[in-house]
């Protein structure tokens, strides 16, 4: 099964995705995701001009090896484009060997070690009101698991607040920046971290007092705090029992984490920026979060992300994949297969494609009662309708940034 042809692909039917297509001699097709919202094109370029002409006439079969030859033969090693492009070329390989054996590609992983994926899904707004709405519209939905954001009083948009709450559930456009902003510049956005620290306990107690102990809330802190600022919003969330706490300091720096951890039981998950092994090190081994958040797409593949997963397993840590939208249904229904495969699945994060999405990308995974299942067609289970994504060009896009009151830069 040699590898006879290497396209890259890019489409934008509601925000850009970056596909690359390999296509053996056999006449078989396998497909990966190599979409980085807001920097799509390194990753075509890395693609097409540096990783296409290594691919021409490998054995399809060889996955290990082939990942193996793309990380070391570069040199430059590690960093989100080099380890999108390298996880497009082994989820295609994947896809590929599944494919040839006549199988869901979960089986190779494996078999399945449950069902199916608990999945959870973005409810907000910018009040309270708004966000019960959101909320009540995703138990309509089916979801059994929702992740909490609002806005913020004095502040104008900020991350995660959706720009119509009723509709969020199937268009695709969650918040008022996505998709990444189709604009020649990034919108500016503002930040105050004391006064989210006031708000947000407060939000967490309402939604509480509505909607019951039971269900499972997530919140997202997107880089935003100190590691004491952290520690202080983990412990102030705890009697609303959440279950994870993600991103609530940039995770370049690990070591930080040691203070958030010592202050609070919040359950805490973190990764989503990460791209290899080397970003959890102290995280995994020290124990200090509880659900590793890296996405298939931009950890090197299935073959990379198995084994970050693998270890941190043996530290009761365990998966949260990112599942926003600018994670292609390519990128997602990888996911669900090494979700449905080891051992310590934590969660899925599951936003719905929109329609224009789903037309370009035809999918077999199911949606039930809360819980996602990535079906039993050989291989991942997605195919790519040419047609369709030649009727949606790229358009630039970034994402949005933010800044205090007194103009300062803050952590996107
Ligand atoms: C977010 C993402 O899904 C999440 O948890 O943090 O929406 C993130 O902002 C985007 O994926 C950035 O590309
Ligand atoms: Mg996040």
Not at 192 to 211: I, K
Not at 264 to 293: H, S
Request: net charge negative.
């Amino acid at each position: 099964m040699k590898i006879d042809k290497a396209e890259v692909i890019v489409t934008s039917p509601d925000r850009n995705f970056v596909t690359l297509k390999l296509t053996t001699d056999d006449g078989l097709t396998g497909l990966g995701d190599a979409t980085l919202n807001g920097r799509e094109l390194s990753v075509v370029s890395y693609l097409a001009d540096h990783v296409v002409p290594l691919l021409i006439g490998r054995d399809a079969h060889n996955i290990e090896d082939t990942w193996q030859f793309l990380y070391r033969s570069a040199y430059w090693r590690r960093g989100p484009v080099t380890m999108a492009a390298i996880a497009a070329v082994d989820v295609a390989l994947w896809d590929l060997k599944a494919k040839a054996a006549g199988m869901p590609l979960y089986q190779l992983l494996g078999g399945a070690s449950r069902t199916g994926l608990l999945a959870y899904g973005h409810a907000s707004g910018k009040d309270i009101p708004e966000l019960f709405d959101s909320v009540r519209s995703h138990l309509d939905q089916g979801y059994r698991a929702i992740r909490i954001q609002t806005g913020v009083p004095g502040l104008r948009a900020i991350y995660g607040v959706a720009s119509n709450v009723t509709s969020a559930g199937n268009t695709g456009k969650r918040y008022d920046h996505e998709p990444a902003q189709r604009a020649p510049l990034p919108v500016e956005e503002d930040w105050d971290t004391r006064a989210y620290l006031t708000h947000l306990p407060g939000v967490f107690e309402a939604v509480r007092n509505e909607f019951g102990p039971s269900i499972p809330l997530l919140h997202d802190g997107h880089h935003r705090m100190t590691p004491i600022q952290a520690a202080k919003l983990g412990k102030a969330l705890e009697p609303y029992d959440l279950f994870w706490l993600e991103d609530c300091t940039p995770a370049e720096n690990q070591a930080a984490l040691r203070l958030v951890r010592q202050h609070t039981t919040t359950p805490l998950a973190i990764g989503e920026v990460f791209n290899t092994v080397w970003d959890y090190q102290t995280l995994i081994t020290e124990q200090l979060i509880d659900y590793v958040r890296s996405a298939v797409t931009h950890t090197g593949g299935v073959t990379a992300l198995k084994k970050i997963l693998e270890f941190a397993a043996q530290y009761q840590i365990k998966s949260g994949m990112h599942g926003p939208t600018d994670i292609s249904p390519v990128g997602m229904a990888a996911a669900m297969h090494l979700g449905l495969a080891i051992h310590n699945f934590g969660i899925q994060e599951y936003m719905k494609h929109g329609e224009a999405t789903n037309r370009v990308f035809e999918q077999s995974f199911s949606w039930n009662d809360g819980m996602l299942h990535p079906g039993d067609q050989p291989g991942i289970g997605v195919e790519l309708k040419v047609d369709e994504a030649g009727k949606y060009p790229y358009q630039t896009a970034y994402l949005p940034y933010n800044r205090l009151a007194d103009g300062t830069v803050h952590d996107w």
